[in-house]
Every structure is written in structure tokens, then in C-alpha cells.
């Protein structure tokens, strides 16, 4: 028996200036830490295979699988707004695709599997740490509903890498319904090839929007689907308090998936200008920040494809601010009935808007913890006497003036109480992948070897909107001294 990947690869059969054909780099001693058993089932792929040494080489890149096509894919980005022209896959290599069980097709792609033509001075390679940060909080966005490229594995090479000491190296597996971004199609336009933006657009229309196949204006169409995915993709961020970190045009997917997770994080208290990331100084990529960055990443996007509008560039240019200003609008009607759902209101009335401002407002002035604030909330909600939101904020009192006003809302709803707090809770998690958890679970398998408290998060995090109670710990917010004030890309 050997381990059988099902490819069927689209990528690769496209010409040759999206890639470079590049195998990974045999490494030293894989060893498997981590398989994502359900997920290889979705894939079509045998978990029990994928466990054997056999698996463990093929997921560290020491061995290519039959039917893999193996390549690092062409791209460019802007980088904190500055435009490079060629990046592209430096430490990946995107094996094939196959198609999942929902007829899905998806990229799998080791992350950290040596060096490509696109390293440039990058060593190709991969620290455990950052792959466990990405296998964490890509599961956990997974578990909570938001699109995202997901972790199918983790391996540690037996080999160390070099970055401010020797670290373990590791591979991660990740699977995405592709891994094309608004940089991918900047690597054409810079280069003035009409004919590849094309086909890039026909291949990803055919990927991942479908239902314009056919269209009178099919491009047009298309700018439009990518503007209304990353508008819905950032408020749903926003909704759970996640910050991307590096939402450079490179990290932008054309699918409206959630990718490449380096310093990402999610905040504790509710702070609209969060920043987590060491790089970013300038507080670029804060939390609030977020919806107007995704515009100026998709304006790159229009930009692109203004070639595809038709041979009046002024007309186009005009076709394309059309399309993109309906940006704001997507993204603010899909933020306001989120945070409506937040707060346990099942209509929409006059004066919502406001009230859960207030809300937000003072719990940005309280310090009040953005996750277990609404969950507790839902507690509140289910039970008049249940009082444990405003032990969140620093004055209680700024918590039971808004209450006042929030229960008077509440009563012109028919909804029971109880059934209010279960569709509440249901969009309210009570687990996230804090930092000082993430930290911990670092600091315990580069150390220590030790995997325990990583298996043990991942788990709690599978079930973000259930009690679990012999989990409790898992939601609480940091102790003053276990903040992390910063995250690292660690690339
Ligand atoms: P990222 O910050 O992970 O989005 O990466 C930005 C660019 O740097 C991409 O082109 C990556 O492929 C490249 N890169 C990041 N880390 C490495 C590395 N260790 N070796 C080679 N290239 C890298
Ligand atoms: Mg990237």
C-alpha cells in the first residue's frame, strides 16, 4: 500500500509564466506531530496512510506523491503599500489539488518545504512555531464559520532553522480552495500581459464563481464577487475580533478565504486600534483598520483587470469605481447584522445602530473583553438575574446604563429569553485562540517537545460556541502578566 493522492491539477497546466516547476527539498527526520484526520476525509485522502512513515515523508516534502505536479506559484504585492514585482511561493510548494467530498477542488500545498525560485534570500523554510500558530488559528477560524485555508498537517523536519537563534523546523500542510491572490494577478499587470490576466481570470471564474460562466461581462462580474467576499470576509473578522496582521495584497485571497496567518491574533479587550504585529508600526493592518485596507487591496485588484473592460480606459476606470464603491455598503450591512445577532435582537429598528455603538464605545473605554463580553451577554439575555457582562468593564455602571436601554430594545421582540440566549450563543463564541494560550503551546513544543497543550487547544477550539466545562480556563482572558503585547511573522 502507498499513500494515494487523488490530484487532478489545474493549476499547473496553465502556461508556464504562473510558476516554476520546483520539488521540495528532502529533509533530515520527519516526524509527524499533527494530522487533521477529518479533514483528510473531506479531502478523499486516508488518514491511516497519512499516519504511517510513508505519510510522514510525504507531508514533509521528502517524498512526492504520484499524480503530484509540484510548483511555487508566481505572484508580486503590495507590501505595506509598497509595491514589489515579483514575490511568489519562496517557501512553499503547492503539490496539486484534489477534488473534496463536496465536489470542492482544493490546493494542497506544503508551507516551509525548501527553497523555490521565488526565495529570494529566504531559506525556504519553516519554524515550528509559526506552524503551529497557523495550524491553531486557521482550525479555530474554521470551527467558527469564517472562510479560511485550513491545516491538514504539521511536521517537524529533524532539521533546525536559522532566524534570531536555531529553532526546529517544521512543514505545515495547508489546504486552500486556492491560493491565488490579488498579487497574482498584480504579477501580470506589471508586466503589461493582458493575455495571462486573462487567463487567470477565466481560470478563477471557473474556480470560484462559477455562475458568471456565461455572463455578459464576466470580469466586470468578477470584480464584483471578489469586492463582495472581502467585504463579508472582513466583517466577519471584525465580528469575532481577529486581526490579520499583514494584509499586504499578497496575503489576499481571490477566493474570500482567510490566508496566510502570520501575526495574526485575536484581541482580548476591545480595542479598535489594536495592532499585535512587531512589523507593523504604523498601525497599517489595525483591527478597525481592516475594512478600508480590504478596499484598497481590491482597488490593486481593479486596477488589474481594467484591461478586460473594454478598450475605453476612462469608461473602465469609471466601470470599476462603480463596482468597488459598493464596497462599503456589503461590508457595512453584513457588520451591522452581525453585531445585531451579537446582541440578541432578531429585527431592525431605528436607533440599533447606535445602541450597539454605545455598547462598543464603552467597552473600548472599559477595557471590557470583546469575546466574553457579547457571550456573557447572552447569559444576560437568557436570565435577567445573570450579571457577569458587566464584571467586564472597568465601571460596571457604564455597563448597566447601556442594560437599561438594551432590555427596553429587547421587549418589543416576541423571542423567549431562553431563546434568545441559544441563538445568541451561537454566534458568540466562548473560545478563541487567545495569544497567551497560543504562547504557551509554542513555548511547550519548541522547548519541551511537548505537544500535550497543543492537541489539548486545538480541541477546545473545535467547539468554540459550546460550554465545556472542564475547559472553562480556556476562556478566561490573560492575567496581567500573561499578555502578549506583540506577535512575530517568524518567516
Ligand atoms: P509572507 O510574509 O509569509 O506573506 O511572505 C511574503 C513573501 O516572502 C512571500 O513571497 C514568501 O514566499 C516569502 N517568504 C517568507 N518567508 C520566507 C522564507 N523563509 N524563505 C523564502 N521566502 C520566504
Ligand atoms: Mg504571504
Redesign the pocket.
Known amino acids: 500500500m502507498t499513500v494515494h493522492f487523488p490530484f487532478q491539477n489545474s493549476y499547473s497546466a496553465l502556461p508556464d509564466s504562473f510558476f516554476a516547476r520546483v520539488a521540495p527539498t528532502p529533509v533530515a527526520a520527519p516526524r509527524l506531530i499533527k494530522l487533521n484526520r477529518p479533514l483528510a476525509v473531506q479531502l478523499g485522502l486516508d488518514p491511516d496512510m497519512l499516519e504511517t512513515p510513508e505519510g510522514a515523508e510525504i507531508l514533509a516534502g521528502k517524498t512526492v506523491p504520484d499524480g503530484a505536479d509540484p510548483i511555487a506559484m508566481a ?1 508580486a504585492g503590495h ?1 505595506f503599500g509598497q509595491f514589489v514585482p515579483q ?6 510548494i503547492l503539490l496539486g489539488e484534489v477534488i473534496d467530498r463536496d465536489g470542492v477542488r482544493r490546493d494542497i500545498q506544503l508551507k516551509g518545504s525548501g ?1 523555490t525560485p ?3 534570500r ?5 519554524a515550528l512555531g509559526p506552524v503551529l500558530r497557523e495550524y491553531i488559528v486557521s482550525e479555530a477560524m474554521y470551527a467558527l464559520g469564517i472562510p479560511t485555508t485550513r491545516s491538514l498537517a504539521a511536521v517537524v523536519t529533524g532539521e533546525h532553522v536559522i532566524r534570531e537563534t536555531a529553532l526546529p523546523g517544521a512543514v505545515l500542510t495547508r489546504v486552500a480552495a486556492s491560493h491565488i491572490r490579488v498579487g497574482t494577478f498584480q504579477f501580470f499587470a506589471v508586466r503589461r500581459d493582458t493575455d495571462a490576466i486573462r487567463r487567470l481570470a477565466d481560470h478563477v471564474i471557473a474556480r470560484h464563481y462559477p455562475e458568471l460562466l456565461g455572463t455578459e461581462r464576466p470580469y466586470h462580474a468578477l470584480l464584483a464577487g471578489v469586492v463582495a467576499r472581502q467585504a463579508e470576509l472582513v466583517a466577519r473578522w471584525l465580528l469575532v475580533g481577529f486581526i490579520h496582521g ?1 494584509m ?1 495584497t ?2 489576499s485571497s481571490i477566493s474570500g478565504e482567510t490566508i ?1 496567518y ?1 501575526p495574526c491574533a485575536f484581541m482580548d479587550a476591545y480595542n479598535p486600534a489594536q495592532v499585535f504585529s512587531s512589523i507593523d508600526e504604523m498601525g497599517r493592518y489595525a483591527y478597525a483598520n481592516q475594512p478600508r485596507i480590504a478596499l484598497w487591496n481590491l482597488t490593486r485588484l481593479a486596477e488589474c483587470l481594467l484591461p478586460l473592460f473594454g478598450e475605453e480606459q476612462e469608461k473602465a476606470v469609471e466601470q470599476a469605481q462603480d463596482i468597488l464603491s459598493a464596497f462599503p455598503e456589503t461590508f457595512s450591512k453584513a457588520y451591522q447584522a452581525g453585531l445585531r445577532k451579537k446582541v440578541g435582537l432578531f429585527t431592525e429598528r431605528d436607533g440599533d445602530e447606535a445602541l450597539i455603538q454605545d455598547l462598543l464605545d464603552a467597552m473600548a473605554k472599559n477595557q471590557a473583553d470583546f469575546t466574553l463580553t457579547f457571550r456573557r451577554l447572552g447569559d444576560a439575555a437568557g436570565d435577567p438575574a445573570a450579571d457577569d457582562a458587566r464584571a467586564e468593564f472597568m465601571d460596571p455602571a457604564a455597563f448597566d446604563e447601556w442594560a437599561r436601554r438594551w432590555r427596553e430594545r429587547l421587549a418589543a421582540e416576541p423571542q423567549s429569553a431562553a431563546e434568545r440566549q441559544t441563538a445568541m450563543n451561537a454566534v458568540n463564541p466562548l473560545f478563541i485562540p487567545r495569544n497567551h494560550r497560543v504562547e504557551a503551546v509554542i513555548q511547550a513544543a519548541v522547548n519541551d517537545d511537548n505537544y500535550a497543550l497543543f492537541e489539548e487547544l486545538v480541541k477546545v477550539l473545535a467547539k468554540p460556541y459550546e460550554d465545556q466545562p472542564d475547559y472553562a480556563a480556556y476562556a478566561d482572558p490573560p492575567l496581567p502578566d500573561q499578555r502578549v503585547l506583540q506577535t512575530f ?1 517568524g ?1
Open positions: 505572484y507590501q514575490l511568489g511561493d519562496g517557501r512553499a527553497p521565488f526565495s529570494r529566504g531559506d525556504g523554510r519553516a499583514v499586504n499578497d496575503n496566510d502570520g511573522c518567516t
